[in-house]
């Protein structure tokens, strides 16, 4: 029998992605991250907006054909897959779950990508690559399950190669919290391996720390907010699968809890590109 003495947050985590994220992926698709929508009038389905915001994280990280990318919670893969065939980069991708890492050098290799997107099991907080070993790295809505984020932004830096790229998009606290948002807000923390919820202050202090220059913080609440109520939407579609997974009544506080952090002010999201200084 193998006893896990990884840190205790692993495993939060790795059940909301291993459980229900199962799920998720069956009726979401293979990006599990939110959607980039220009406005209100655009009608863009979740596929493409979905690539969309991977686009704009392709975008930020302004990688060369040939350059090492560092995927920081790279989940099964599909973007890193994505920045590969657009920039033609090698990514190494990194999880605490084993089921994901498993799955996305299994679709990476089925992609034909295997020698050009690796992925293995790490602790973004302890990284198990040399000083300087990358040229560029992100982190697509994985820093929200981190107990500290500044800790992960310190250990990106090291890995990073002076004048190397970070692009991050994260979940993040926008306005101070009321009460109403500090029941939805307990609820998500409690429930989908959410340590806290960071705020654009926070990161800017976190990233001068770690020696980042020429940092850009965009709040791009308004582009991304409309994927928690179509993510309800598209979990009652799944109600039973998730009864089964994980009982009647906890499915549905899961759509309805999903739908409110949707709704509530506190709840924000920012895109943040920096420069190994």
């Known amino acids: 029998m193998t006893i896990d003495q990884s840190p205790a947050h692993h495993a939060g985590v790795r059940n909301v992605y291993d459980g229900f994220g199962r799920v998720y992926r069956s009726v979401w698709g293979p990006n599990i991250h939110y959607g980039y929508w220009e406005d209100d009038a655009d ?3 979740v596929e493409v907006a979905t690539d969309r915001l991977t686009d704009l994280m392709i975008s930020g990280l302004a990688a060369q054909p040939g350059q090492r990318v560092l995927d920081i919670g790279c989940g099964i893969g599909h973007p890193a897959r994505r920045l590969v065939r657009t920039a033609g980069v090698h990514v190494v991708g990194i999880s605490i779950s084993h089921l994901q890492v498993q799955q996305a050098n299994e679709d990476a290799a089925a992609a034909g990508l295997g020698d050009k997107a690796t992925f293995q099991f790490a602790d973004a907080m302890d990284l198990p690559f040399p000083d300087a070993s990358f040229d560029a790295a992100w982190a697509f809505e994985s820093m929200w399950h981190m107990p500290d984020r500044g800790r992960v932004l310190a250990e990106t830096a090291r890995v990073l190669r002076p004048g190397g790229r970070l692009v991050v998009a994260d979940v993040v606290q926008r306005e101070p919290i009321t009460p109403d948002g500090q029941v939805v807000i307990d609820h998500i923390k409690a429930n989908y391996g959410v340590t806290t919820l960071g705020t654009i202050d926070e990161y800017e202090k976190n990233l001068a720390a770690a020696g980042y220059v020429d940092v850009e913080i965009r709040d791009i609440t308004d582009n991304v907010i409309r994927t928690l109520l ?14 089964d997974l994980v009982g009647g009544e906890q499915a549905d506080s899961l759509i309805d809890f999903v739908r409110r952090f949707g709704s509530i002010p506190e709840s924000g999201y920012i895109y943040v590109t920096a420069v190994r200084a």
């Open 230 to 243: 179509l993510m309800a939407d598209a979990f009652e579609t799944v109600r039973d699968k998730l009864a």
């Open 43 to 45: 009608d863009s389905s």
